[in-house]
């Protein structure tokens, strides 16, 4: 029999010392449950638990593996040392780390991801809860997952392994659902219109010297880069919701699944948004400064849209963004950007606004009538004559859409940073050629008048 070699030989090996191990004692350590033992997030937050009757304190050490179930060699894995409280990953290539959980660090491998900033862990009784914010890339992707579990304890003693759920893998390579109809604002090709006669202002007071951001990719300091979005089926279980903006919000309850992402992870400071794209029914349901509470979530504000339909939100209305825009309709998706074509205008930020907003915006986010500044709903263009042939692929993709579909302001944040979702195959590197890009490579096109 030839040698076992890769991930799998490390898994064969861990068996094999496990059920060696002396089946002796009442403390023997014992895996428990994982939770959600089925699901479609990716990321996705992990719920492990694992018992030893001593104490959670006499754990040594947990594991915790996801692995394709047709290709076990395919996996990924983490190792926690209870009595270091250092987090260990293997994503098919080595073992990394390690690293405490809440550091703020992302542990990457060939199969898939850990985020360790959004992992924590923690002990009652007898009981050890570990989360784990785990991704997978496209070598897991699609694919049906195994989860498994084990644990050992300070004597030796150890567990066997548990499979304690099984999951499918979203693919990151369809979006099989419209955003909005064809002739949508979001949709349409603005590449002839006319240039705004404030033009030179607007792209004066953003920054004529200033880069483009990409504010999508992998990871940074730990969390993923972006604002993701996830499918659900018209069956999703709706739950109770509350807004601090109430009189501009659709009410509750809202569609949230157990394992819904959040901008910037779960637990996250910033804007921590939640799309989520029922595709049975083609709505939209949009959610800022998201918050799990108990019986329900709470909220900044929040927005349902109907993506068979062009209506806008009542003028004045914010929605999950400041502008009252659809967040989703302006990501950069990687699957687009992979196919070679993104056919639709981009979300991008400003930091400084003025009382004013143009169709499809809605809504403003600042108090100062200075006309130079530009309002919500400004739709800028990359100049026809830039030339992008030395850019790589994806960032290519991206700045061909901004000539022929330019990009929407959505929101008050770091100026000229474009919006994108996460997504674990992002080659941050090419995406970085963005930044070569300047302001004063852009022009404001005329769109609609400037409401107030």
Not at 136 to 165: C, F, H, P, Q, Y
Not at 276 to 305: C, M, P
Not at 368 to 385: F, H, I, N, W
Request: charged share 20%; with cysteine; proline share 7%.
């Amino acid at each position: 029999m030839g040698m076992l070699r890769g991930p799998l030989a490390g898994l064969t090996v861990a068996l094999a010392l496990f059920h060696a191990a002396a089946a002796v004692g009442a403390s023997r350590p014992a895996p428990g449950t994982v939770s959600p033992a089925a699901g479609a997030g990716n990321p996705t937050l992990f719920t492990a638990t694992f018992t030893d009757a001593d104490g959670w304190r006499d754990l040594d050490t947990v594991w915790f593996t996801l692995r394709s179930r047709l290709e076990p060699a395919r996996s990924v894995r983490v190792l926690y040392r209870v009595a270091t409280n250092r987090l260990s990953f293997n994503g098919g290539t080595a073992w990394r780390g390690s690293a405490g959980p809440g550091a703020f660090v992302a542990l990457a491998g060939t199969w898939g991801r850990l985020y360790v900033r959004h992992c924590r862990a923690s002990g009652v009784g007898a009981t050890l809860t570990l989360r784990l914010y785990l991704g997978v890339k496209a070598g897991l992707e699609d694919r049906d997952l195994e989860v498994l579990i084990a644990a050992r304890d300070r004597s030796g003693l150890t567990s066997a392994w548990k499979i304690a759920g099984a999951r499918r893998a979203p693919s990151s390579k369809v979006f099989a659902f419209p955003v909005f109809p064809a002739d949508n604002p979001w949709n349409t090709d603005i590449s002839a219109a006319p240039v705004h006669p404030n033009s030179d202002a607007f792209i004066a007071s953003i920054g004529a010297s200033t880069g483009l951001h990409p504010d999508f990719g992998t990871a940074w300091e730990g969390s993923p880069i972006g604002i993701p979005y996830v499918r659900i089926g018209g069956a999703q279980p709706q739950v109770p919701i509350s807004f601090y903006y109430p009189d501009e919000s659709d009410p509750g309850p809202y569609p949230i699944p157990g394992a819904a992402l959040i901008e910037g992870g779960p637990y996250a400071s910033g804007d921590r948004h939640i799309l989520l794209v029922d595709v049975d029914n083609l709505l939209l349901w949009e959610i800022y400064d998201a918050r799990r509470v108990t019986g329900g979530w709470a909220a900044g504000s929040g927005a349902k849209f109907d993506l068979t339909s062009n209506a806008l939100r009542p003028d004045g209305w914010t929605s999950a963004d400041a502008a009252g825009l659809p967040i989703l309709a302006g990501l950069v998706r990687y699957e687009e950007a992979q196919a070679g074509a993104i056919n639709h205008a981009l979300r991008f930020t400003a930091s400084r606004t003025q009382r004013g907003y143009i169709h499809p915006a809605t809504h403003f986010a600042s108090s100062s009538t200075d006309a130079a500044l530009p309002p919500m709903g400004l739709r800028v263009r990359l100049k026809a004559g830039y030339d992008t042939s030395g850019f790589p692929a994806p960032a290519r993709v991206v700045l061909e859409a901004l000539k022929k579909y330019g990009m929407i302001l959505a929101d008050n944040g770091s100026d000229w940073f474009i919006s994108g979702a996460p997504n674990e195959n992002w080659d941050d590197e090419a995406l970085a050629a963005i930044r070569a890009v300047k302001g004063a490579d852009f022009e404001a096109v005329y769109t609609g008048p400037i409401l107030r």
